[in-house]
């Protein structure tokens, strides 16, 4: 694509010095990993010294509602593919960028990375077209004591997806490095041939240190979702292992399943439920974020992109999938819940192109999410409100979310259109805030960047 002929550069002199990227979506993430010789200097790299202002500040042509953007990754790094974006806890600013092709860049002021990691020689990441490859990175809580990235991919032959462990550092030139990598949990896809997309890909961890991770349905047979005895479709949350050098993990208090039943980590049917199993009825969960205690989900859906919400202490839901695509009047399946936001491909993306001056009729068809805002930019307009977009169709909104009235989460919007548009911009992938409170966003396709949200 034609930025130049998009955009209005915009002097960036108002603009603070600290910058830091964020991972894509093309469908897959690159991970931390390494193989440098060099003796470990511990989890904490130096803080950064920002040296890279971008290109100005890009606003939508045709109008601005005050939002713009501004480039912080250098448009010629090799093998770059940003579809995630995580920030090194405690370190001020540095973050790795996962990029789909099964590389992390890791950045630490500039716009260049200090150094890069190829994981696909160390874990068997798949093909990084469509909706495979390195999907998702997210470091531990306890980051500082224990070092730990995890990371979300899809294997070589599509025949399982996987979230492994991987102990990172930083050497004494200030390089990423990797130490030992542990498999956690194995997603088996029960299809023979098995179908390379609907793997899911979201990563987070809860406040109470359990992992959540969202779980396509595999693509071939969707009746997976309702499936007890297998993991596809559904949210999953688990205890990973913190012990070096092993893998594995335990299951949690509170799981729709939890107590004696066997463990379903590659398992493709489980004679009885899967305790791993938090909530079901998803079609393909592609971005799982979580605001205190409330868990939102993007799954894109069939007819419907759909947003899904819930408190992950308190209820085990149905998201309905493959029963429902999209809001109901009633349903007969236990502990079903409507979407909080629902838009139908094609035709209800036509109330938010109304807004975004440079709306392209493509289609809506693949909902993204991102962080439910809390900090200090952007004065006040986004606090408390999550982040979504559609990768094709280009327009980034927010939406103001609370609660809800049976405390499992909602849209506090009232005008009958979800949300409003914040920029344009084709095939975002995640939206991440930064330590500098700042949101900054993944693009994928043809001029793959990191951006950073302003609004001066």
């Not at 090194?88 to 092709?101: E, I, L």
């Not at 280009?394 to 809800?404: C, I, K, L, Q, S």
Request: aromatic letters at 10%; glycine letters at 14%.
């Amino acid at each position: 694509m034609n930025r130049s002929a998009r955009w209005i550069p915009i002097d960036n002199s108002r603009l603070p010095l600290s910058l830091v990227p964020a991972g894509l979506a093309g469908l897959l993430f690159a991970m931390l990993v390494a193989c440098g010789k060099n003796s470990s200097s511990g989890g904490t790299p130096p803080p950064p010294v920002p040296t890279c202002q971008g290109g100005g500040i890009l606003y939508d042509t045709g109008g601005s509602n005050g939002f713009g953007r501004v480039t912080v990754t250098d448009a010629s790094i090799p093998n770059f593919a940003p579809i995630d974006i995580a920030f090194v806890p405690g370190a001020g600013g540095a973050f790795v960028v996962a990029s789909q092709n099964g590389r992390v860049h890791y950045f630490n002021g500039g716009c260049t990375p200090v150094n890069s990691i190829d994981l696909t020689g160390i874990l068997p990441v798949g093909s990084s077209s469509g909706e495979q490859g390195l999907l998702n990175v997210e470091f531990h809580p306890d980051y500082a004591n224990n070092h730990y990235l995890f990371a979300y991919f899809t294997s070589v032959a599509n025949t399982v997806n996987s979230v492994s462990r991987l102990t990172v550092s930083f050497d004494t030139a200030g390089n990423l490095v990797l130490g030992d990598v542990v498999r956690i949990i194995d997603f088996r896809k029960a299809d023979s041939p098995a179908a390379s997309n609907h793997n899911g890909g979201g990563l987070v961890f809860a406040p109470d240190a359990s992992l959540l991770a969202s779980v396509g349905d595999g693509g071939a047979t969707s009746s997976t979702a309702q499936d007890d005895g297998r993991l596809l479709g559904k949210v999953i949350r688990i205890l990973p292992s913190l012990t070096a050098g092993t893998g594995g993990y335990s299951i949690p208090v509170g799981n729709m399943f939890a107590g004696t039943n066997a463990l379903c980590s590659n398992v493709a049917l489980s004679a009885t439920a899967c305790p791993e199993i938090l909530a079901k009825g998803l079609r393909n969960p592609f971005r799982l974020v979580i605001d205190g205690n409330i868990a939102f989900i993007g799954d894109v859906g069939s007819n419907y992109e759909e947003i899904n919400s819930f408190d992950y202490t308190r209820n085990t839901l149905n998201f309905g999938w493959p029963t429902h695509d999209g809001p109901v009047g009633a349903s007969a399946l236990p502990g079903y819940r409507n979407p909080i936001v629902a838009y139908r491909r094609g035709v209800e993306g036509v109330d938010f192109r109304a807004e975004d001056p440079m709306a392209v009729a493509s289609g809506s068809a693949s909902v993204m999410i991102g962080a439910v805002y809390h900090g200090p930019q952007y004065g006040g307009l986004l606090e408390g409100a999550l982040l979504f977009g559609d990768f094709y169709d280009g327009y980034n909104r927010y939406v103001g979310v609370g609660p809800g009235a049976d405390g499992n989460g909602d849209i506090t919007d009232t005008d009958g259109v979800p949300g409003s548009h914040l920029v344009h911009e084709d095939a975002i992938t995640s939206y991440v805030r930064g330590p500098d409170g700042f949101i900054y966003m993944t693009a994928l396709f043809a001029s793959p960047a990191v951006y950073r949200l302003v609004r001066p």
